[in-house]
T-cell receptor, first 116, second 111 residues
Framework: GAVVSQHPSWVICKSGTSVKIECRSL??????MFWYRQFPKQSLMLMAT?????????EQGVEKDKFLINHASLTLSTLTVTSAHPEDSSFYIC????????????FGPGTRLTVL | DAKTTQPTSMDCAEGRAANLPCNHS???????VYWYRQIHSQGPQYIIH???NNETNEMASLIITEDRKSSTLILPHATLRDTAVYYC????????????FGKGTKLSVKP
């Protein structure tokens, strides 16, 4: 299957700082990328969907000014958590697909964010 | 996207077949059934998907009932590494084919 990477795999930051997470599709062009968040013992929750070169579409309840998403190329999307607070501590996971609604989504390994 | 119902947990003996059921009685005609699994603290791993016909790949088999209201994922020879949460997801009708994750089935493979 296709390979998606994330960097960093884990990050610890102080409250009030910003953190950038990268998501890369390594062996295919990802027209569409998705960002999910997963709290302990819960399922994945979709945060936003982004298409290359377009603004991201955020799910209800997700603050677009706090979670900045950039999908500047067909292989890279970034999620920036701005002014992070302890409640933003979570497991952030990206996925990528070719763009058609029936294209399989392939997931990255996830990034564990801890905000102190 | 169709709502799916899965058992909360299942056990399976190592080396035996693991059969994971999923009900998706509201699935529409153009929605695929996707299966992913998530091993603890990792991103979900794609397993298999299908529309109407049964499907098989190197990981698993997917059996979809004729009325498409339910399906079964079969891991033919479960190993300890197959211990994970398995998600059955109906996909195709939503915006850009979003995946909506439910609670899934926690499969525990025991020696």
């Amino acid at each position: 299957g296709a390979v998606v990477s994330q960097h960093p795999s884990w990050v610890i930051c102080k409250s009030g700082t910003s953190v950038k997470i990268e998501c890369r599709s390594l062996d295919f062009q990802a027209t569409t990328m998705f960002w999910y968040r997963q709290f302990p013992k819960q399922s994945l929750m979709l945060m936003a969907t982004s298409n290359e070169g377009s603004k991201a579409t955020y799910e209800q309840g997700v603050e677009k000014d706090k979670f900045l998403i950039n999908h500047a190329s067909l292989t890279l999307s970034t999620l920036t958590v701005t002014s992070a607070h302890p409640e933003d501590s979570s497991f952030y996971i990206c996925s990528a697909s070719g763009g058609r609604t029936t294209d399989t989504q392939y997931f990255g390994p996830g990034t564990r964010l801890t905000v102190l | 996207d169709a709502k799916t119902t899965q058992p909360t947990s299942m056990d399976c003996a190592e080396g035996r077949a693991a059969n994971l059921p999923c009900n998706h009685s509201t699935i529409s005609g153009n929605e695929y059934v996707y299966w992913y699994r998530q091993i603890h603290s990792q991103g979900p791993q794609y397993i298999i998907h299908g529309l109407k016909n049964n499907e098989t790949n190197e990981m698993a088999s997917l059996i979809i009932t004729e009325d498409r209201k339910s399906s079964t994922l079969i891991l033919p020879h479960a190993t300890l590494r197959d211990t994970a949460v398995y998600y059955c997801i109906g996909r195709g009708g939503g915006s850009q084919g979003n995946l909506i994750f439910g609670k899934g089935t926690k499969l525990s493979v025991k020696p």
